[in-house]
């Protein structure tokens, strides 16, 4: 079975650009999630999609937003991008219905803002 | 919010001996989750614990979960320098939504 796929694998921008990043789950899981890794911060939540609803949404600005498809596919935007937003992230599916599921996670997307 | 401490947050320790992990969070949970993140990669998921009392197993580590003391441990036994990684724990709300742990960052020295 294939793990959760994300590309690009690294993306460089510099600020006030805007940035994609996409994310494919495992084949079977609706839910998908988007958490932003710093050394500073740790793993912080941006937010949760399943059946192409957004289902919860951590701390972040509206600059950061999504979406999911309806073959479960996700993307996460960042808009006008600042350095602050260099970091790794990464993206997770999982079975929501199954009580106890834990996150799958990708292989992640290291953006660099300069 | 649901907040989840882990401590040490950097642990060094030589090759062969014991140590343990802890994970403390605020509110209650019966979902308890350990992962493991080598340098530059993504995280690894370790063990699912989901009832008070919960142990799991899988060669030199062991985790427990003690929802009364909202406490988990992860223990290292007779450590290799194969456990060098950064070790979360996380735990879920009733929506599901999972809190992670700041981290332990482990170093085995041989």
């Known amino acids: 079975k294939a793990g959760v796929t994300q590309t690009p694998r690294y993306l460089i921008k510099t600020r006030g650009q805007q940035v994609t990043l996409s994310c494919s789950p495992i084949s079977g899981h609706r839910s998908v999630s988007w958490y932003q890794q710093t050394p500073g911060q740790g793993l912080q939540f941006l937010f949760e999609?399943?059946?192409?609803?957004?289902?919860n949404k951590g701390n972040f600005p509206g600059r950061f937003s999504g979406r999911q498809f309806s073959n479960s596919r996700s993307e996460m935007n960042v808009s006008t991008l600042e350095l602050g937003d260099s970091a790794l992230y990464l993206c997770?599916?999982?079975?929501?219905?199954?009580?106890?599921?834990?996150?799958?996670f990708g292989n992640g997307t290291r953006l660099t803002v300069t | 919010e649901l907040k989840v401490e882990q401590n040490p947050l950097f642990l060094s320790m030589q090759e062969g001996k014991n140590y343990t992990i802890y994970c403390n969070y605020s509110t209650t949970s019966d979902r308890l989750y350990w992962y493991r993140q080598d340098p530059g990669k993504s995280l690894e998921s370790l063990f699912v614990l989901l009832s008070n009392g919960a142990v799991k197993q899988e060669g030199r580590l062991m985790a427990s979960l003690d929802t009364k003391a909202r406490l988990s441990t992860l223990h290292i036994t007779a450590a290799v320098h194969d456990l060098s990684a950064t070790y979360f724990c996380a735990v879920t709300n009733t929506g599901n939504q999972f809190y992670f742990g700041t981290g332990t960052s482990l170093t085995v020295i041989p």
């Open positions: 997770a599916s999982s079975n929501r219905g199954g009580w106890g599921s834990p996150l799958h």
């Open positions: 999609y399943f059946s192409e609803t957004q289902r």
